[in-house]
Every structure is written in structure tokens, then in C-alpha cells.
């Protein structure tokens, strides 16, 4: 069989098993369409929640990143999953009790005021935007390369697939084609990872591998870290151990990505699709630990692959590169400039030459091809994509075809079940939070679902629109948009509605709009308006939602202390969400 | 003991000694989740580096970061559904399920 059949089973299998579960479970009532019912098991919900959190860029790039950046890219690591202790801790449980359909309800009623709620539809819209578009992008990206089609045919497939089982399906349909994306997901992450830490260190376990030894060759055995800090300080790199940014910086950026994690409005919904207060912490719990599986085999795999890369490629002649090295060239992720013409391949620091690579048509008959762009004057000769780390893995610890298949489907797996659970919360601000609260308070449940079902064709139209043309590399810098805006608008005030009873309507308002003000401002200027990097206290654009948050936290509370207490019935509103018992089912 | 299901009156005494012990709880968490992560991961780590041992071939705050903080927080969690459940139950509080 060649790779082309076990991609079209593995792809396709996937895809017949998600719509058979979407229409199994096609949502009928807004109850349905936005909880679930609020009947899933905390096992179930745990999975999905695990499933919804980890996108493409997680599936596909981490890995790469982390090779990349050693140290440095430790800030995703514990930004993405420690930002579970807190959204458990303070979050989740409260808002379960409080018992409405969406985050943005819990904004608007806690502040009394539909200005609040409308912030809280903008934020969620914005977020959740952002997101979805690179979603999509990955989607087209998979298939384009599996298939041989053009991006924009992969990004429709994608885009049809995911409106079949979210939009019509809604949360019920989402969740059990999440459960399902999970067990994709983490088969195809954990195998290749197992064999490549078997042929490097003998180590079953690939995270007793990244501590273990280098046992590949004939050399002395010598510790795996050791070997790719001296392989990198060899080329000129850092040490992959060492952190180059500053401690301060570092220290922002990943309380962003906490702080922001537990503010995104589609991790939040998830928990309220289970049935009571217990359950939520039972499911947190199972969340973390369908996350950790892959977030503590990912610094294993960066290793692995960055060694694996290094010794394989460097200094290697190139008519005796390895076979992936020629598969991923013919696919345009890696290219050779023989800058000294000796043959050999030479990997350093730098930029092999500007900007992505360019083929030209001419190809000498198994040599390398022929890069038009600017060379570059340091020594390195070879370009890869990073993220061909995790999708070349397979191949490169030379395992059979089904494996590199199933690769293909997590990557795919990882894209969609992101995108649905971005998708419901985008057309439930639409349909619940806007319409319903806003605009139309007397609307009846079934024209409610059908303006969700709407909405959900709507954003899903403009994601694939961007998906198929990105505003060039707009989409890798709004990431830092996300999260600062989630850390510095959502974390903060939902926070302070659950844990102060003086917080008040013009409090929340001030604190919401300085918080996002200074974020957005600081973000568009440093990325969009100038070329310079004079950051305030060295605080990049990627950390700067940290001092947003601290804003907020700051100006509602002034604010507060001199406008009035707010209203009897939002204290006694406080103090019972304060309390477990009786959570019920989700109501309007 | 546990409480029927639905809504057994609860005087606000009982409920504001149920909220600051729940504050306790979640203060010691989440102290410990700041030193496990930015503590031992950023914060301290080159102290940590250089004066603790290597876990297997890798500096310990560079473990802690990579690997040590993800496994903290598992640990955190169940250990804040164990005290919590526990709370709800010697307050009454428990769910009917």
C-alpha cells in the first residue's frame, strides 16, 4: 500500500467517525445546542476540554519551537498548562454555580449592565477570531500537502466538516467528536515519540529520555542534554538549556499565558456542560491530565528532534542526505544553498538566506533545489520549517507509513476540534449575548438556535476567507492579542465579580476598558508602528497583558471605592455562587 | 453526613466560614503554584541550576520548567478536589448527585 491510501483511511475514517457522531447527536434546543445539557461525564468533558485546548499551532508547532528555543519556549509549557490550577481554582467552579449559558452572561449580570455584556460579546468575538483563522490555515495546510490540492480546497474541506458537526450538532455534537479528536490526537503525538526516544537514548518512556543518555552511535554514553548543548554550541547556537530572554520578560509573559488561559471563554463553557460543582473539579482534574500527557512529551520530542536533525544534517554530503531530508525538499519545508561548494551540508546559526524559500524550476538530476533567494553572509546553508519537527518525526525514526498517517489525522484532529469549540462560543455571543440579552429579549428557543446556527455559518465563512488568504504574518502576531486581551479583560473581572462584593458596574467597566486599552495600544504599536524594540522594563508585546491585568485590578477597585455599592440582590447573588450546593442544570 | 439534594437553608454564618476556609484552600494552592512554576521555573532557576542536583542529565530548574512544574500541577489540582470535597461534605455543602 502506498502512503497516499493509509493517509485517504486514516484521514477519512476520522472524518466518517465525527459526522456519524454529529448526527447521532444533533442539538435541538438552546439548552442542547450551548451545555449540553449539562450531562457529560467529567471523563468525557476532560477529554474534550483537552481536545478544544490543544490547536494546531500546539500539535504542529510546539515541538518545533521548543527544538528551536530549549529553555526559552518552557513559557508555553507552563503558560498553557498552568493556567488550568488557576481557571479551577478561581474560575470555573463559581460560574458553573451561577448556572447561565456563556461567560458573557455572567459579565452582564454581575455588573447589571448590558454596556458590560457588550464589552464581554466585542472581547469573546475578537478572541475567538484570532484563533479560529489559524485554525483553518492549518487545516488547508494538512491537506494541501497529504492531497496534492490547492490550500483554499483543504481549508473548504475543513470549514464544511467542522459547520456539519458543530453548527448543526452544537456543544453535545462538539463534545463527542472532541472525546474522539483526543484519542486521535494523543496516539499520534505518543507513538512517533516513543519510537524516535527508543532510537536515541534505548528509553521507552520518552520523558525518562530527555533526562537519559545519548545512546545512538558508538560514542561514549553521554547525557542527551549535554550532547545537544555541545552539538548547538558547536554550530554557534545558544545553549538549549540556557534562556536568552530576560527574567523579568519571561516572567510576564508566561503569567500572560496563564492568566490568559484561564480567562478564553471556549475552555470556561466547557465546564458547564458537566452536571454539578464536584463534577467540575473532578473533570479539571482529568483535563490536565489528558493535557500533560502531550504537554511532557513535547519537550521530550523537541530534544529528540532537534538532536536527531543536528547530527543527521550537518556535515553530511548531501547525495547521502536521509530520505525524509529529499521528501520534505520536494515539499518545500527544507532547502540546501551549497554556500562553499563542497558538497556538504553545513548547519549554523543564522538564516540560511531572506525570507522563505524560493525553487526555481531547474533542477540538476538528483541534486538539491535551486533556491533563488538572497544568500545571506554567515556560514549556514540549511532552512528547514520548524514545524516539519513533529510531521517529520515519523519518518525520521523510520517508522511504517501507517504511523506517518496517523500523524496526519491528529494534525487534522488537533485543527478542527479547536475550531468547533472557537465556533460555538462566537455564534452563541451572537445568538445568546446579542440577540437574546440585547436586542431581542423575547425571542422564542427555537429562533434562537437557528440565529446560532446562522452565526456559526457566518464566522465560519470569514475564518475560511483569512484562512485561504492570511493578512501575511498578521495571524502569528494577533496571538499575543488573545491572550493579553483574554488576561487583561476576562481573567481580571471575572475574578474580582466572583471574590469582592464591592466591585461595581462602573468599577468593572473602567477597570475592563484601561486593561484592554494599555494591552491593545502597546501590542499595535510595538508590532504595527515603529521597527524599534525599546520595550518598557524590557516587557514585549507577548508579556505586556501582565501589566493590563495589574491595570485592571487597580482601576476598578479605585473606581469602585468612590462610586456607589452595588445593588442588595447582586450581593446575595455573590454568596450564592460562593456556595456548591444545587448547582442544576444551565438555564437562561 | 451530606445533605438531602435540592436546597437545605444554610445560615450565613455556616456560609461565610464555608467561604474563608474555601479562601485557605485555594491560598495554599495556589502559593505553591506560583513556586513550582514561576518560582522554580524563572524565577530561581539559575540559583536552583547550580545548587540542586541534576535530575537525570537535566539542570533541575530546567526540569522544573520543562517537566516538574506540569507534574506539580496535576498534583495541586487533585489535591485541591480531595480538600474541597472534603469541605463541602464536613459543611453540608455536598451536592445531591
Redesign the interface.
Known sequence: MTQDIWNFIFIGGSFALYIWIAVRTRAATTKEYYVASSGVSPFANGMATAADWMSAATFISMAGIIAAEGYNASRYLMGWTGGFVLLTTLIVPYLRKFNKFTVTDFLGDRFYSNFARAVGVICAVFICMTYIMGQMRGVGLVFSRLFDIEIWAGVMIGASIVFLYAGLGGMKGITYTQVAQYCVMVFAYTIPAIFISMLLTGNVIPQFGLIGDFTKGDGAPISLLSKLNALNADLGFAKYTDGSIPKLDMFCITAVLMCGTAGLPHVIVRFFTVRSVKAVRKSACWTLLFIAVIYLTAPAVGAFARTNLISEIHGTKYSEAPSWFKNWEDRGLIAWVDKNGDGVMQHQKGDAFLKKPVYSPDRVEGGPRVVTNQLTENGNEVFYERDILVMANPEMAGLPMWVIALVMAGCVAAALSTAAGLLLVLSTSISHDLMKKIVSPNMTDSHEVLWARSASFAFLAIAAYFGINPPSDFVAKTVAFAFGLAASSFFPTILMGIFSKRINREGAIAGMIAGISLTLGYIIYFQFMVEHKNYWFGISPEGIGFIGMLLNFVVANVISMITPAPPQEIVEMVEQIRTPQSAGSATH | MG?P????P?SKSS?SV??SK?LKI?GV??TL?FLV??GC???F?DFLDATLPN?????FG??M???G???G??I???L??VL??KL?RDHG?????
Open positions: 445533605s439534594p435540592g436546597d437545605a444554610h456560609q464555608y467561604w474555601s485555594v494552592i495556589l503554584w512554576s514561576l521555573g524563572i524565577l532557576r535530575i537525570g542529565g537535566a539542570p530546567f526540569w520548567a520543562q517537566q512544574s506540569i507534574l500541577f496535576l495541586l489540582l487533585f485541591y478536589m474541597m470535597n463541602d455543602f455536598e451536592e445531591g448527585q
